[in-house]
């Protein structure tokens, strides 16, 4: 293989689609990140209802690079049909990818159920090392979408068989342990997009102090009642600060709630933003605010550090247990008079932060740094096979 680089074939349970665009932008950004050093293509099955009755239809695209094929399954009547069809399209779909871009070295899968199960079903891959990149919240136990037994006796199964286990952050990784899913494990953290790293040419002036927030606005994990009752009680000491959200989910729901509360001055929705926007956004305020009740890595706390910005944050997982006082205050989950106190302390201080030494310290997230851990590892793994 001297001389050649690796053939890394990505297969994931989320990747963005026209289904749903969105969904697994981060899995889509760590292959951008092993291209970098690594021939990477891309392998996705998803169901969506088909014209015509078909069972498949199959897109293959160019995306950033990647040699990319999406595989669109006609959804079936029954379960077993179901997973039949699943089935049946990651089989046809490897074997074009082995056509099209040759036999890949190591298949990197990402987010363990259901794609996990190909290797334990489908003697196509279970001939080729692989690696697994871990997102899912369901492992901490702060999620109620608490794993089944049937599904934990899987993940275990398939665990085992893994190479390399990469969660994304340390606490990921010992919730999975503590669930007796065994193996060999690197923390490999997300990637955030060149955008964030950008300078800002000119900075806007504003009397009054922006937080930021940045989420799906899902309540039980994200906590967002919780944030307009403590900016509530903010409201009633002090008027010199705003609190804009940017969100691709429903925001209905907490648009009346800061209306009955009689704060939605204080507040703007915003919807549907690109990466490029939303960095310009977070450089033009001045702190990110999160309360989250759990997470495995929180993407958007990294964004706003690769910006220079100061976050609020819980100490719930992912980024959190790393931040220092250089890079802001990190408070308990669900307690929201400590959200005040940060929240009213940041409004006093955040022009003290070096945003400087805040960026220096999100270098760790380019997508050249994540990329040279992959290779590391695929290189590992090819060693170990041929041994």
């Known amino acids: 293989m001297s001389g050649q680089k690796i053939k890394i074939l990505f297969v994931s349970s989320w990747y963005p689609n026209r289904v749903q665009p969105t969904h697994g932008t981060f899995v889509q950004m760590h292959a951008e990140a092993a291209s970098l050093y690594a021939d990477v293509s891309v392998l996705h099955v998803c169901f969506e209802t088909l014209k015509n009755n078909d069972k498949f239809e199959t897109i293959r695209e160019v995306r950033n690079g990647i040699n990319t094929i999406i595989i669109y399954v006609n959804p079936a009547s029954t379960v077993l049909q179901k997973y039949v069809r699943y089935f049946s399209a990651y089989r046809k779909g490897l074997k074009m990818v082995c056509v099209k871009y040759g036999k890949p070295d190591i298949i990197h899968a990402n987010v363990l159920l259901p794609v996990g199960l190909l290797f334990l079903l489908l003697k196509q891959f279970r001939k080729i090392p692989f690696v697994f990149t871990e997102h899912w919240t369901g492992y901490l136990p702060g999620d109620s979408t608490k794993i089944g037994k049937k599904d934990l006796f899987l993940s275990r199964l398939i665990a085992r068989r893994a190479a390399v286990i990469m969660p994304v952050s340390n606490d990921l990784k010992n919730a999975m342990i503590n669930l007796k899913l065994y193996g060999n494990y690197r923390v490999i953290p997300n990637v955030v997009n060149e955008d964030f790293f950008k300078s800002l040419i000119k900075e806007s002036i ?3 102090v922006r937080f930021l927030h940045v989420s799906s606005l899902y309540d039980f994990q994200k906590n967002i009642s919780g944030i307009i009752r403590t900016i509530h009680q903010l409201s009633l000491v002090r008027n010199d600060f705003v609190f804009n959200i940017i969100t691709d989910g429903d925001a209905g729901p907490f648009i009346e709630m800061t209306k009955e509360l009689g704060i ?22 001045d702190c990110l605010a999160m309360f989250s009740n759990f997470e495995t890595f929180s993407v958007v706390i990294a964004e706003a550090l690769a910006c220079g910005l100061p976050v609020i944050a819980t100490d719930a997982g992912g980024l959190a247990g790393d931040i220092t006082k250089e890079q802001g205050i990190i408070i308990q989950p669900g307690d929201e008079t400590a959200l005040f106190n940060a929240m009213n302390d940041m409004i006093e201080h955040h022009k003290e932060y070096d945003k400087e030494k805040i960026k220096t310290f999100a270098q760790r997230f380019r997508y050249t740094k994540v990329g040279e851990q992959f290779l590391e590892i695929y290189k590992q793994v090819l060693n170990q096979s041929e041994k």
């Open 206 to 208: 504003h009397d009054k």
């Open 264 to 285: 939605a001055d204080f507040f703007s929705f915003e919807y549907m933003k690109t990466s490029s926007e939303i960095a310009y956004i977070m450089k033009q305020s």
